[in-house]
């Protein structure tokens, strides 16, 4: 069609040079070459509207053009099609938006863990920051797996009282008192064995060991007895009551009660005969006697989430 209207142009333009120029002959050229330009025009439109049409009805089709016409964004596709490492790298990517985006609404202080995270920072005497960012993790932790938050924070109060630099004479590390080299699977994923006195790892790999015994045992009670390597013993010596306990006080306390920080010290219970018996190394803190917990293996040699 253009090479139609290229040419009656030039006829049009080669008939005007060999005849003399009047203004009939003016206005005759004009209107031909506008017809010939409609006639062009409407032939473009009626193949764009098909053309449309078409990519419209054949998505292949469409991304074939779409590739042929921008070549240099094609290829990341096509070497992401052709290597599965890289699908897996930007599958992993894509959730990796997801799970930020869940964080982000799981990691919002609410006004139960600003109670939590000020009442957890005067009773133990830790700094603010160091107490918010404790809470925030647990929180975060517990929201990724399913469990209570303020039975972490209970947890981590007992066996250590918020001091992620304890270590008992046992070798159990951290927050949660963890024993590396017993669940050196579990800190494969957060670093290794060495990140037993990171917090966000310690509070991570302690939280899981604690949500698989509650799965085992079906109670809170019996996953805090495996928790601290009584499960065949016929007590724990007071561990679950120490850890229920505080986990009553932080639910009262996340509710907007005025809970006290101080306690009289309870009478601590005989010590269990089939309980190997430790003392954390964390520094005195208020209410001593429900900060110090007991990790060990129970008589089977069952593996527990202290060792």
Known sequence: ?????????????????????????????????????????????????????LLYSRP????????????????????????PAVQLVA??????????????????????QKYVTDWLSRRYRVAGDAANMLVTTAYSTAHEIKLDPLLILAVMAIESGLNPFAESPMGAQGLMQVMSKVHSDKFEEVGGSQAALNPV????????????????????????????GAAA????????????????????????KNVPIYFPPASAPAPSTTLAQKSASAPAKPDTASTESAHGSNQTGETVAGL
């Open 201 to 228: 790892a310690n509070i991570r790999v302690g939280a899981l060991i604690l949500k698989d015994y509650v799965n085992r045992t079906g109670s809170v009670e019996g996953a805090l007895k495996s928790y601290v």
């Open 60 to 83: 292949d089709f469409a991304k074939r053009v779409s590739d042929f016409l921008s070549p240099q964004h094609a290829m990341p596709a096509q070497v992401a099609t052709a290597n």
């Open 1 to 53: 069609m253009i090479h139609r209207f290229i040419g009656t142009s030039a006829r049009l333009v080669q008939q005007m040079a060999s005849q003399p120029v009047t203004w009939s002959s003016v206005i005759k050229a004009a209107r031909g070459v506008l017809t010939t330009a409609q006639h062009t025009l409407t032939v473009f439109g009626l193949s764009a509207v098909a053309m449309i049409a």
């Open 91 to 112: 599958a992993r990517g894509a959730d990796a938006v997801e799970i930020a985006n869940d964080d982000k609404a799981a990691n919002r202080p609410t006004r139960q």
């Open 233 to 256: 013993a016929d007590d724990d010596s007071g561990y679950g009551s120490k850890v229920i306990t505080e986990y009553k006080r932080l639910k009262q306390v996340a509710s907007g």
